[in-house]
C-alpha cells in the first residue's frame, strides 16, 4: 500500500494546512539547504522553507536537479504571496517499501488517492470574509503538541466566496495552487465554533 502524501482526517474538526506540489528544490546558498524556492514546470517561484524533518531526508535522498512531489505546510500574509514549508517527500518508489505499482504513473497514483499536483486541504475557522476581493482568510491552530511554536495560530489567506453567514464555522476546503495564488475549489461547513466566553 502506497502511504498518501496528505493523511485521512481522523477527527472532524481536524486544523491543517497541507499540500503537494511538484516542483525543482533549489537552495539559496548550497552550504545552507533549508532555504530556497521551488520552481513548478510553468517556471513559477516559491520562497520555500525545508523543515527539519525533512532536512535530513533531503540530504541522504534526493537529487536536487530532480523534479519531486514535496509535502507543504502553506504560509502567505497576502492573497499573492506564497511561502511554503516542506515537510516530506512523496515519492512512490525511491522512499516507499512498496514496488509493485512500478508501472504506474506517481500521478495516477495521486489521483486514486483523490489527490493531484497542487492539491492543499485547509481546515480551520472561517473568521474574515472579504466579498469585494473574492477572498476568506482561515484560522489555523497547530496541535496542541507542537510545544515549540511560539505562536500555535496562523491565518491562511484564499481566493475564494463563502457567505458571510458561515464566519466562525468550522470549514473544510479543497485548495489549488495556482503560482503564489490558493484558490478555492470547494468548500464544506463542518460547524459553528462555539467562543470561549460562552
Given at each position: 500500500?502506497i502511504?498518501?502524501?496528505i493523511?485521512?482526517?481522523?477527527?472532524k474538526?481536524?486544523?491543517?494546512?497541507?499540500?503537494?506540489?511538484?516542483?525543482?528544490?533549489?537552495?539559496?546558498?548550497?552550504?545552507?539547504?533549508?532555504?530556497?524556492?521551488l520552481?513548478?514546470?510553468?517556471?513559477?517561484?516559491?520562497?520555500?522553507?525545508?523543515?527539519?524533518?525533512?532536512?535530513?531526508?533531503?540530504?541522504?535522498?534526493?537529487?536536487?536537479?530532480?523534479?519531486?512531489?514535496?509535502?507543504?505546510?502553506?504560509?502567505n500574509?497576502?492573497?499573492?504571496?506564497?511561502?511554503?514549508?516542506?515537510?516530506?517527500?512523496?515519492?512512490?518508489?525511491?522512499?516507499?517499501?512498496?514496488?509493485?505499482?512500478?508501472?504506474?504513473?506517481?500521478?495516477?497514483?495521486?489521483?486514486?488517492?483523490?489527490?493531484?499536483?497542487?492539491?492543499?486541504?485547509?481546515?480551520?475557522?472561517?473568521?474574515?470574509?472579504?466579498?469585494?476581493?473574492?477572498?476568506?482568510?482561515?484560522?489555523?491552530?497547530?496541535?496542541?503538541?507542537?510545544?515549540?511554536?511560539?505562536?500555535?495560530?496562523?491565518k491562511?489567506?484564499?481566493?475564494?466566496?463563502?457567505?458571510?453567514?458561515?464566519?466562525?464555522?468550522?470549514?473544510?476546503?479543497?485548495?489549488?495552487?495556482?503560482?503564489?495564488?490558493?484558490?478555492?475549489?470547494?468548500?464544506?461547513?463542518?460547524?459553528?465554533?462555539?467562543?470561549?466566553?460562552?
Amino acid at each position: 500500500m502506497i502511504k498518501n502524501p496528505i493523511q485521512e482526517v481522523t477527527n472532524k474538526l481536524q486544523y491543517r494546512a497541507i499540500g503537494i506540489v511538484k516542483a525543482i528544490y533549489k537552495p539559496n546558498n548550497k552550504d545552507q539547504l533549508n532555504r530556497g524556492t521551488l520552481t513548478d514546470k510553468d517556471g513559477k517561484i516559491i520562497n520555500t522553507v525545508i523543515l527539519g524533518k525533512a532536512l535530513s531526508l533531503i540530504k541522504k535522498y534526493i537529487n536536487l536537479d530532480n523534479n519531486y512531489f514535496w509535502i507543504v505546510y502553506p504560509r502567505n500574509k497576502s492573497i499573492n504571496n506564497l511561502h511554503l514549508q516542506v515537510a516530506g517527500v512523496w515519492d512512490p518508489y525511491q522512499l516507499n517499501k512498496e514496488d509493485n505499482n512500478l508501472e504506474k504513473d506517481p500521478n495516477q497514483i495521486l489521483e486514486e488517492l483523490n489527490l493531484s499536483n497542487n492539491y492543499f486541504s485547509i481546515r480551520g475557522e472561517l473568521v474574515y470574509v472579504n466579498t469585494q476581493k473574492k477572498e476568506v482568510v482561515i484560522k489555523i491552530c497547530s496541535s496542541p503538541n507542537s510545544k515549540r511554536l511560539k505562536d500555535p495560530t496562523f491565518k491562511i489567506i484564499v481566493e475564494g466566496e463563502i457567505s458571510l453567514q458561515f464566519l466562525n464555522n468550522f470549514v473544510s476546503l479543497d485548495v489549488i495552487r495556482d503560482g503564489n495564488i490558493l484558490r478555492m475549489v470547494k468548500y464544506e461547513i463542518i460547524e459553528k465554533i462555539k467562543s470561549a466566553k460562552s
